[in-house]
């Protein structure tokens, strides 16, 4: 699992863009010694940047012939960079978040805080102890405290640095603050429950669509919605009332609408046959239509 990667530096509004844009040139830029003054970051925000980006689904690492690493745009960067590349749509910003949450690495604190910790309001503190016990259960090397306490601090600053803020200059802006998932006020954090119009219906189809694909199955029940690690429930604190709402409003999509299946008094719900990014790249391009 991974830990405290960040180097301390919550993503900001246009970092990823200019990681897409460097990579575009060369697959190894975060290598070059003068990567930091190209980008005009610190050094120590470069190696932030390279954590972000395979975070939330843009860039993929891997070897190239030579055995040398390299960081690869993917499908998602490349379409964000085309159509949202300062990550204005809600939809954006709320599939980044699932992208990091919905599985252990190498976002694990964000992992554990939306998909095991239950607790919605709690001291940074009570927060950074459950935090630090569950990886004392879950990890056979030791991990520093100092580690865990600054994925604490990090995951809390990346959604709410820069709420209110309404600059698109604002260089302490975060792209996730709008979903307002988070809130502190005095040392006391509350984790909000989101509705579909705090998240996107496009991306609420989309996490479905990727969930099929990557289990292979046609149909998800209410139940594993509302539970089940990386679904609404847990990444975006769903209540089941807001899901049904959200479903509700899924059937009827104009092109690729959910159907409900009821079969032994268990309510599912069968996803569309189409694939995630094929789906992604046809709302943004409707969704760029409507602003233009």
Request: net charge neutral; aromatic share 12%; hydrophobic share 40%.
């Amino acid at each position: 699992m991974g830990y405290g990667q960040h180097q301390s530096f919550y993503l900001r509004d246009r970092w990823l863009s200019k990681a897409i844009r460097q990579l575009k040139k060369d697959n190894r830029f975060f290598y070059d010694e003068e990567a930091f003054e190209k980008m005009g970051l610190g050094k120590n925000m470069v190696k932030s940047l390279r954590y972000w980006a395979i975070a939330t689904g843009v860039v993929e690492e891997t070897f190239n012939e030579e055995r040398k690493k390299v960081h690869l745009i993917t499908s998602f960067g490349n379409l964000i960079f085309e159509y949202d590349r300062f990550i204005r749509f809600q939809d954006t910003a709320a599939i980044i978040h699932y992208h990091m949450c919905s599985k252990r690495e190498p976002s694990t604190a964000w992992f554990w805080f939306f998909n095991i910790m239950n607790e919605t309001i709690a001291t940074k503190e009570a927060i950074m102890e459950k935090f630090s016990e569950w990886v004392e259960e879950n990890e056979k090397k030791v991990i520093s405290m100092s580690s865990l306490k600054r994925d604490i601090e990090c995951l809390i600053k990346l959604y709410t640095s820069g709420q209110g803020i309404e600059d698109p200059e604002e260089v302490i802006q975060s792209p996730l603050n709008k979903l307002s998932i988070l809130e502190e006020r005095k040392g006391i954090v509350y984790k909000k429950a989101l509705a579909s119009n705090n998240i996107g219906k496009t991306a609420l189809l989309y996490i479905l669509l990727d969930h099929k694909q990557k289990n292979e199955i046609d149909t998800v029940s209410v139940d594993e919605l509302v539970s089940e690690k990386g679904l609404w429930g847990k990444v975006f604190n769903m209540s089941r009332a807001n899901i049904v709402n959200a479903l509700n409003e899924l059937v009827t999509h104009q092109k690729y609408p959910i159907r409900f299946v009821r079969t032994n008094n268990l309510d599912l719900i069968r996803i569309p046959e189409v694939n995630s990014l094929d789906f992604l790249r046809e709302e943004y391009t409707r969704k760029v239509e409507v602003l233009a």
